[in-house]
């Protein structure tokens, strides 16, 4: 059995995002129905809609940050029930059972996850389409809460901006006595901003734009540093612990490099693909530090990062849109238009 589902997807790397009439399977004994009320625009979303990084499969309807709430629950179910707050993120399957997914480091599974759209059901072999839809089917295994209190369109894109973050800040320890750095305020950026600060640490905002002080400041950034004035970035060589480089696209990390402490780490984010100029390895070496890399995280530590959220009301600045105006957004991320992510509300769903 199956059930009809309205979404907006696209048919091809060059073709706009249009309504598209599809289904899902109907609840398994472990699965949970939502009916999605909010989804989150990622720069990814683009990236897999356009082919950019080759393995799209079409039609493809995106959306990896979602919020809604439970329709209905299989008979196995005991965790979630009909009317919770819940959330999905970026994959809706593993393999469970490999050493990763021991860990509860899911996205990292040894024999590959589930993505929650552009992806293959390893049950049925049915495609996975995501939240620019108005109803999922998940596993509850893949399911989280979504705290009272947090408000639901700025939750939304906690689960995949806000838990990439989240992750690498959880994992190298940060604390009271951290010194973290963002590269770039976006999607990701102004949650490294919030979160880091929300966890104690110093934080500092890099970035080539001197306009950006004001936000940067009321989102948790102690200081800016401009990347393009070298007396500003000499004035914090040696300084940070941990910098969380949110930039989507080919840079020089070089300079940021420069700016870690004795030990300290440079974690990729926001960026798939060969380093251009060339990582140097003389300060890697002489100073015992790291340039690394994180992707999402797992369910266990992303239901952690939402109940921290909730503590300490933090949400995404998010700008909410109509289902039909989502390739127009679209071009405005590509412009860096917003503050700071997009999130459809699902009501908006044209009937037909």
Same mark, same amino acid.
Not at 272 to 286: K, R, T
């Given at each position: 059995m199956v059930m009809n589902v309205r979404g907006y997807a696209t048919h091809s790397p060059t073709s706009p995002l249009g309504l598209f009439n599809f289904v899902r399977r109907d609840a398994r004994a472990t699965d949970v129905v939502i009916d999605i009320l909010y989804c989150g625009v990622c720069h990814s979303d683009i990236h897999n809609a356009r082919n950019d990084w080759d393995g799209s499969r079409y039609p493809m309807v995106p959306g990896h940050e979602i919020v809604g709430r439970v329709r209905e629950v299989g008979a196995g179910v005991t965790g979630f029930k009909a009317g919770?707050?819940?959330g999905v993120g970026c994959l809706v399957d593993s393999c469970q059972h490999c050493r990763t997914c021991a860990r509860g480091l899911e996205q990292y599974c040894e024999n590959g996850f589930t993505p929650t759209y552009n992806g293959t059901d390893p049950h049925d072999r049915m495609p996975t389409f995501g939240g620019y839809s108005e109803r999922i089917v998940v596993s509850d295994k893949f399911v989280v809460k979504v705290p009272d209190g947090l408000e639901l369109s700025g939750a939304a894109p906690l689960l995949c901006a806000g838990i990439t973050t989240w992750s690498p800040l959880r994992h190298w320890k940060v604390g009271q006595s951290s010194k973290v750095a963002v590269v770039g305020l976006g999607g990701l950026g102004h949650m490294a901003l919030k979160l880091s600060k929300a966890m104690g640490a110093d934080v500092t905002l890099f970035t080539r734009s001197a306009g950006k002080g004001d936000d940067a400041r009321r989102l948790g950034a102690d200081r800016m540093v401009l990347s393009t004035d070298a007396a500003q970035m000499a004035a914090v060589n040696g300084e940070f612990d941990l910098i969380i480089d949110t930039v989507p696209y080919v840079h020089d990390v070089n300079p940021y490099v420069a700016t870690l402490a004795i030990s300290g780490t440079l974690v990729l984010v926001g960026y798939?693909?060969?380093?251009?100029? @060339?990582?140097?390895?003389?300060?890697?070496? @002489?100073g015992r530090k790291t340039v690394a890399g994180s992707v999402i995280g797992g369910i266990a530590e992303t239901q952690e990062m939402l109940d921290f959220c909730a503590v300490h009301g933090i949400t995404s600045d998010v700008e909410v849109i109509r289902m039909q105006d989502i390739n127009a957004s679209f071009e405005r991320m590509l412009k860096s238009d917003v503050k700071y992510r997009f999130v459809i509300d699902t009501a908006s769903m044209p009937a037909a």
């Open positions: 919770d707050a819940v798939l693909g060969p380093l251009d100029p @060339m990582l140097n390895s003389a300060p890697l070496v @002489m």
